[in-house]
């Protein structure tokens, strides 16, 4: 009768290492008297001994007689031992190997006690093949360990099994199966409860911890595979992204009125020491080669519950961005405190500095309205009485380009640039002051002005008091190039009035006019005459008396 021991198995020395060359030496039992051992189950064809493993640390199948009890040794190809020889090993009694170098499962994990301290033994997979496998490590005595189904196995003996980490567990190692169907909820948690950093192998996950259901979709490599998870507005196609988390909830604010519902992903960061820069979440789009758009960070919201007018709380966020300066340590303040940074490199061959025809090449904040009508573009606003700006919009000194470095054609740029309606019927407001209090609209004090061309009108522009009104100011080319039109005004001086509307009525005189001096008390009628003709000329060239 006989009974194989190995099947093309491998060993590992105490780092996990495949031991080439390796080899098991085979003595009657309590003595170093060679005995033989054989390569057929009729025990005719008897193997050297040692037996020595091939160059990958395989050993051949190897048959014993079952009525027999062994010393069996193992050292490496330099004839150091690996593991203390082990006495009175039947083959009768176990079958099975005689270091047990794999486990099926984690339940069969369970079952194979260990030989020897940091005995090593790999685990094909949590409870399938290839999934949740890994290499443990054996402890003789694990009373002060407790299995977790995942990390920690404890034998049915009292031995254990510690699965060797790289830092990090993964919900496939706690037995969770990602192929978006299975619940994998218990898995989940018991991987963060580990203590653990986590990562999320390829796969979809199912949890539906507290009554929500959560799928994690995740992928390391992507080739042309699509996931229905919708484009940048509309759930159509989508290219499937590396790391996809998608939840479903149905939670509510229970706890108090400011609950948040945790979203598909979170991260934190806590600076604890150190003076490098923190970031929470951090990352880029390169592109090396091909066509097509490159974002950095793409974020939407897409709200679809029906309210009545009036209800608020239902609002829809693309992204909300909070920076809170809170130094407890003490008295001061923080450096800063800035909400959002966006920073615009340009190194490419746009540098010729000329205003494109398409403005949307080169862009440091776009506000796009896509359907609908928008309320307001950029709103900034306090949210309470300790909370104010004392700049809502300000533009830094020497940040925008000198129009006299611009190439040929281009007369300005500008700190703002408003672009109309493209027709008549689709005019708006440039600036309007809405309801309110205000020191001033403008305020042009303290800037140097190139020729001291403050404000400049177009022609025929008018200036007017009132949106409606008819009275105005302006400069009408049309009529005449250097008359300013002060229509429907008079013109007063410390609120006294000294010009207004054009008297009527007057004929023009004939005969001579005369300007020169005269004696009231010598001058004649007719000198007076020619005097008075020439006043109403000029009062008529003036324009403050006609017909």
């Not at 408003?418 to 020191?439: E, F, P, S």
């Not at 200036?463 to 008079?490: E, P, R, T």
């Not at 004696?519 to 006043?535: D, G, I, N, P, Y």
Request: hydrophobic share 35%.
């Amino acid at each position: 009768m006989s009974n194989f021991i190995f099947t093309n198995q491998f060993y590992n020395d105490d780092k996990g290492r495949t031991l080439p060359k390796a080899r098991l030496y085979f003595y009657d039992n309590n003595t170093f008297n060679f005995t033989d051992v054989y390569s057929d189950p009729a025990l005719t064809q008897v193997l050297d001994n040692p037996v020595t493993a091939d160059g990958a640390g395989r050993f051949p199948q190897i048959f014993m007689d079952i009525s027999k009890t062994y010393r069996v040794w193992l050292k490496d190809r330099n004839d150091v031992q690996v593991t203390p020889y082990i006495d009175d090993y039947s083959p009768s009694a176990s079958s099975d190997l005689i270091f047990n170098s794999k486990a099926d499962t984690f339940a069969d994990l369970r079952t194979i006690e260990p030989v020897f301290e940091n005995q090593v033994i790999t685990l094909i997979g949590h409870t399938v093949a290839g999934v949740g496998g890994g290499t443990f490590r054996a402890v003789l005595d694990a009373s002060g360990l407790t299995d977790d189904n995942g990390v920690t196995a404890v034998t049915t003996g009292g031995a254990g099994w510690i699965r060797e980490l790289s830092g990090f567990v993964s919900p496939q190692m706690y037995g969770a199966i990602a192929n978006g169907v299975t619940d994998n909820t218990t898995e989940i948690q018991s991987a963060h409860n580990s203590g653990f950093p986590v990562i999320y192998e390829g796969g979809q996950y199912v949890n539906t911890r507290d009554g929500s259901s959560q799928v994690f979709i995740v992928r390391g490599e992507v080739g042309g595979e699509k996931q229905q998870l919708g484009e940048w507005l509309n759930p159509t196609d989508n290219n499937a992204p590396v790391l996809i988390c998608e939840k479903f909830s149905s939670a509510n604010r229970d706890i108090n009125a400011g609950e948040w519902d945790a979203g598909g992903a979170m991260f934190n960061l806590h600076k604890r020491a150190g003076d490098a820069f923190g970031v929470a979440i951090t990352g880029y789009a390169m592109a090396y080669g091909g066509e097509g758009d490159w974002v950095g960070g793409h974020f939407r919201s897409r709200g679809t519950i029906a309210v009545d007018a009036g209800v608020t709380g239902n609002s829809v966020f693309g992204s909300w961005v909070v920076s809170i300066a809170d130094p407890t340590g003490g008295a001061g303040y923080m450096a800063g405190a800035v909400g959002q940074e966006i920073n615009l490199q340009n190194n490419g061959d746009n540098l010729s500095k000329t205003r494109p025809a398409n403005v949307g090449l080169y862009r440091g904040h776009v506000i796009k309205a896509t359907e609908g009508v928008s309320s307001i573009g950029c709103d900034i606003i306090t949210d309470n009485t300790n909370g104010y700006w004392l700049t809502g919009i300000r533009v830094r000194a020497d940040s925008i380009l000198p129009y006299t470095n611009h190439d040929a054609g281009t007369t300005s740029t500008e700190a703002l640039q408003i672009d109309g309606g493209t027709t008549t019927t689709n005019r708006y407001d440039v600036l309007n002051a809405n309801n309110g209090y205000y020191n001033y609209l403008i305020n042009t004090d303290g800037g140097d002005y190139q020729s001291d061309k403050v404000v400049v009108f177009g022609d025929g522009h008018k200036l007017l008091w009132g949106k409606d009104s008819i009275k105005y100011v302006n400069v009408d080319s049309s009529l005449d190039a250097n008359l300013m039109n002060f229509s429907g005004y008079n013109i007063g001086i410390n609120s006294t009035k000294i010009l207004g509307s054009r008297k009527t009525g007057w004929g023009t005189p004939s005969g001579t006019s005369d300007k020169t001096t005269f004696a009231t008390s010598t001058v004649t009628t007719e000198q007076l005459a020619e005097r008075v003709k020439a006043l109403i000329d000029d009062l008529r060239s003036h324009g403050l008396i006609g017909n």
